[in-house]
């Protein structure tokens, strides 16, 4: 039996596995993971991978020369969670019938891109290497490219497509001006007059209800809900992710509505020796705000850490501001610190014409975040001066039943 079992091979899941080897941890430990691929970054799947100065290999995130001490199961798709009773192990069901037994379970299983209803003929989503070889071996050069969603990844794809010498790159958002609702008005001006200038429309208030497609059966654009058609050689859809997280039902792992795992400030969750990490959980963590859900690279590395920490029984390392990054024509966006939402931002240099500003966001009179376009010292600067602060005690799961680290298993 493994001391330890990981269900999810990505970012969250790696880190974890890294962390307890680099604590001491000498027990078994095994990764369980529904890819083919070796642990890989995502966050050039929308810039310099689809681009096409990055391969494979260079995502990989396992050192060749110092590979983890790690039993790596790839290929195999968990279905099941039957937690063990009294100190008995837990059962990870495999697809195969099979199971892996363990007295330590970790969910890393992340999240799946959210598709534009069931029927996307010939349009591409963002999750995954298969999915950024297949759009990169779409012909793009000339190409009239539609992406839906004007979040993050939709507006890094869109930017990528436009180096990649699209004809026309059309940007369907429900927002009026992208990102707005949460960064506020002055990064989505900065932003709508950045993608301007490099010849990218950001079409607001655009609610895609449908991709069409042609006799080809390839994508022939996308049907607005106001009827208005954008015609398209190739359709991206980049509207979010959903916490792969079906698995855990029918266990007793309690997730919260959206599909999240809830977990206490440690990644512990309802069921004692079950633990989450990544954009599959939401953390209920005090300094970085209530029930936080994640869904960025930091996060995923904040909690391998802290959940590492917490199975050998060593000290929870401090808890860090959240922070985020995105890559948009060559500018680099930086978000540090929470935005619950509400924030007032102030304008403390630069301008919202495009490639450089910085933001500082407010919360009852207090700084709570900064935002930078090429910005990376002024950012840097700020997180530094956050003094980190313990995770605070007791913890949710504490009161529902013991955690054992592996030292008292
Ligand atoms: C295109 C793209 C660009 C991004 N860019 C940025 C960026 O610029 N900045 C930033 O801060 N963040 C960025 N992110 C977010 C960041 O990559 C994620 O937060 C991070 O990958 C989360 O790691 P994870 O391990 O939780 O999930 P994942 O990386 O999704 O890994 C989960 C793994 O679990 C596996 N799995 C799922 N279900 C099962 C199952 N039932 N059985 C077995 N295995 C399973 C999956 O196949 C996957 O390999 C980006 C994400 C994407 C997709």
Same mark, same amino acid.
């Given at each position: 039996?493994?001391?330890v079992? &990981?269900?999810?091979?990505g970012?969250?899941?790696?880190?974890?596995?890294?962390?307890?080897r =680099?604590?001491?941890?000498q027990?078994?430990?095994? &990764?369980?993971?529904?890819?083919?691929?070796?642990?890989?970054?995502?966050p050039?799947?929308?810039?310099?991978?689809?681009?096409?100065?990055?391969?494979?290999a260079d995502?990989?995130?396992?050192?060749?020369d110092?590979?983890l001490?790690?039993?790596?199961?790839?290929?195999?798709?968990?279905v099941?969670?039957?937690a063990?009773?009294?100190?008995a192990?837990?059962?990870?069901?495999?697809?195969?019938?099979?199971?892996?037994? /363990?007295?330590?379970?970790?969910?890393?299983?992340?999240?799946?891109a959210?598709?534009?209803?069931?029927?996307?003929?010939?349009?591409?989503?963002? =999750?995954?290497i298969?999915?950024?070889?297949?759009?990169?071996?779409? #012909?793009l050069?000339?190409?009239?490219?539609?992406?839906?969603?004007?979040?993050f990844?939709?507006?890094?794809?869109?930017s990528?497509?436009?180096?990649?010498?699209?004809?026309?790159?059309?940007?369907a958002?429900?927002?009026?001006?992208?990102?707005?609702?949460r960064?506020?008005?002055?990064?989505?001006?900065?932003?709508?007059?950045?993608?301007?200038?490099r010849? &990218?429309?950001?079409r607001g208030?655009?609610?895609?209800?449908?991709?069409?497609?042609?006799?080809?059966?390839?994508?022939?654009?996308?049907?607005?809900?106001?009827?208005?058609?954008?015609?398209?050689?190739?359709?991206?859809?980049?509207?979010?992710?959903?916490?792969?997280?079906?698995?855990? /039902?029918?266990?007793a792992?309690? #997730?919260?509505a959206?599909?999240?795992?809830?977990?206490?400030?440690?990644?512990?969750?309802s069921?004692?020796?079950?633990?989450?990490v990544?954009?599959?959980?939401?953390?209920?963590?005090?300094?970085?705000g209530?029930?936080?859900?994640?869904?960025?690279?930091?996060?995923?590395?904040?909690?391998?850490?802290?959940?590492?920490?917490?199975?050998?029984?060593?000290?929870a390392?401090?808890?860090?501001?959240?922070?985020?990054?995105?890559e948009?024509?060559?500018?680099?966006?930086?978000?540090?610190?929470?935005?619950?939402?509400?924030?007032?931002?102030?304008?403390?240099?630069?301008?919202?014409?495009?490639?450089?500003?910085?933001?500082?966001?407010?919360?009852?009179?207090?700084?709570?975040?900064?935002?930078?376009?090429?910005?990376?010292r002024?950012?840097?600067?700020?997180?530094?001066?956050?003094?980190?602060?313990?995770?605070?005690?007791?913890?949710?799961?504490?009161?529902?039943?013991?955690?054992?680290?592996?030292?008292?298993?």
């Amino acid at each position: 039996m493994s001391d330890v079992v &990981v269900v999810g091979a990505g970012l969250a899941g790696f880190h974890t596995a890294a962390a307890l080897r =680099r604590l001491g941890h000498q027990g078994g430990l095994t &990764v369980l993971g529904a890819e083919e691929h070796a642990p890989y970054d995502r966050p050039p799947l929308s810039k310099a991978f689809l681009g096409g100065s990055l391969t494979a290999a260079d995502l990989a995130l396992d050192d060749p020369d110092a590979p983890l001490d790690v039993v790596w199961e790839r290929g195999v798709r968990v279905v099941g969670l039957q937690a063990g009773a009294a100190g008995a192990p837990h059962r990870v069901l495999l697809a195969d019938g099979t199971d892996r037994r /363990a007295e330590h379970v970790v969910v890393a299983t992340g999240a799946d891109a959210v598709r534009l209803g069931d029927h996307m003929p010939g349009a591409h989503v963002l =999750r995954t290497i298969e999915d950024a070889e297949r759009l990169r071996a779409e #012909r793009l050069a000339g190409a009239r490219v539609v992406v839906v969603g004007d979040g993050f990844v939709a507006l890094e794809a869109a930017s990528t497509v436009v180096e990649l010498g699209a004809a026309s790159v059309v940007v369907a958002g429900p927002e009026e001006r992208p990102l707005e609702r949460r960064y506020g008005p002055e990064l989505a001006a900065s932003l709508l007059a950045l993608h301007a200038r490099r010849g &990218v429309v950001c079409r607001g208030g655009a609610r895609a209800v449908a991709v069409t497609s042609g006799a080809d059966g390839r994508a022939a654009g996308v049907m607005l809900a106001d009827g208005t058609h954008l015609d398209a050689d190739v359709v991206v859809v980049g509207i979010g992710a959903r916490p792969a997280t079906a698995w855990l /039902a029918g266990s007793a792992v309690v #997730r919260d509505a959206t599909g999240h795992v809830d977990c206490d400030a440690r990644g512990a969750t309802s069921v004692p020796g079950v633990w989450a990490v990544g954009d599959c959980a939401r953390w209920n963590d005090e300094v970085r705000g209530p029930m936080r859900c994640a869904g960025h690279w930091q996060d995923a590395l904040d909690h391998a850490a802290t959940v590492a920490a917490a199975l050998v029984g060593a000290p929870a390392p401090a808890v860090t501001e959240p922070y985020c990054w995105s890559e948009q024509h060559g500018v680099m966006v930086q978000v540090a610190g929470h935005l619950a939402g509400g924030e007032r931002a102030t304008v403390l240099d630069g301008s919202v014409d495009g490639a450089d500003l910085l933001l500082r966001y407010d919360r009852d009179g207090e700084e709570v975040a900064v935002l930078g376009m090429n910005r990376p010292r002024e950012v840097t600067r700020w997180r530094r001066s956050r003094r980190p602060r313990p995770v605070p005690t007791p913890l949710v799961a504490a009161e529902s039943g013991p955690t054992r680290s592996l030292e008292d298993a």
